[in-house]
């Protein structure tokens, strides 16, 4: 009997609803739209056409890929909900949001962002810890972006704050062709 290998179907993007100012973010955006796509791996993210949300979703769209979109009505100060050819979810708060999201998806991959990103990246790590879901997540760097929280957790393990099943859940990669291959590992070594 030959062993088959994890197939991840649908990954949570977790990004800023900023471009901010660094060209090479949005590249790396559209880079992971465009590997995901190619994939054929199905993109969930906040629906938002706004920010690192935007591009992955329309680098994604740009190569045919299927994009689902949760986004939570009357939240914010404008309406920035994406308007292309996604399939589009409308929740009634960021929580559900992030609820809806978690269950849809296979695992996660999350750019450089903000609060909102790091709220996300938290949540996501503490419901693995708890036992509600399994989801591995992969954090997409740059110029080591997400280092600071990885020495975070270590510093936590550390301490015996944290145990050190949170790094079974979680990989760190700089280019998203690496993506694929590091949830695969996550996906088989989880347990």
Same mark, same amino acid.
């Given at each position: 009997?030959?062993?088959?290998?994890?197939?991840?179907?649908?990954?949570?993007?977790?990004?800023?609803?900023?471009?901010?100012?660094?060209?090479? =973010?949005?590249?790396?955006?559209?880079?992971?739209?465009?590997?995901?796509?190619?994939?054929?791996?199905?993109?969930?993210?906040?629906?938002?056409?706004?920010? =690192?949300?935007?591009?992955?979703?329309?680098?994604?769209?740009?190569?045919?890929?299927?994009?689902?979109?949760?986004?939570?009505?009357?939240?914010?100060?404008?309406?920035?909900?994406?308007?292309?050819?996604?399939?589009?979810?409308?929740?009634?708060?960021?929580?559900?949001?992030?609820?809806?999201?978690?269950?849809?998806?296979?695992?996660?991959?999350?750019?450089?962002?903000?609060?909102?990103?790091?709220?996300?990246?938290?949540?996501?790590?503490?419901?693995?810890?708890?036992?509600?879901?399994?989801?591995?997540?992969?954090?997409?760097?740059?110029?080591?972006?997400?280092?600071?929280?990885?020495?975070? =957790?270590?510093?936590?393990?550390?301490?015996?704050?944290?145990?050190?099943?949170?790094?079974?859940? =979680?990989?760190?990669?700089?280019?998203?062709?690496?993506?694929?291959?590091?949830?695969?590992?996550?996906?088989?070594?989880?347990?």
């Amino acid at each position: 009997m030959v062993a088959t290998q994890p197939v991840v179907k649908s990954v949570a993007v977790f990004c800023a609803s900023s471009t901010g100012n660094r060209p090479e =973010l949005v590249d790396l955006a559209r880079r992971l739209g465009e590997h995901l796509a190619s994939q054929h791996i199905t993109i969930i993210f906040g629906g938002s056409d706004a920010g =690192l949300m935007g591009v992955v979703a329309e680098a994604a769209l740009s190569q045919g890929g299927r994009v689902i979109g949760v986004y939570p009505e009357n939240t914010f100060s404008r309406d920035v909900r994406h308007q292309g050819p996604i399939e589009l979810l409308t929740v009634k708060s960021m929580h559900e949001r992030k609820s809806v999201m978690y269950e849809l998806a296979d695992a996660a991959v999350a750019l450089p962002g903000g609060l909102g990103t790091l709220d996300e990246v938290v949540e996501l790590l503490l419901w693995t810890q708890l036992g509600i879901h399994q989801l591995p997540l992969v954090l997409l760097d740059i110029d080591d972006f997400w280092k600071k929280f990885v020495d975070f =957790l270590d510093e936590a393990i550390s301490a015996d704050l944290l145990t050190s099943k949170c790094h079974k859940s =979680l990989r760190r990669v700089t280019e998203p062709n690496a993506i694929t291959e590091a949830l695969q590992l996550l996906i088989a070594n989880r347990g």
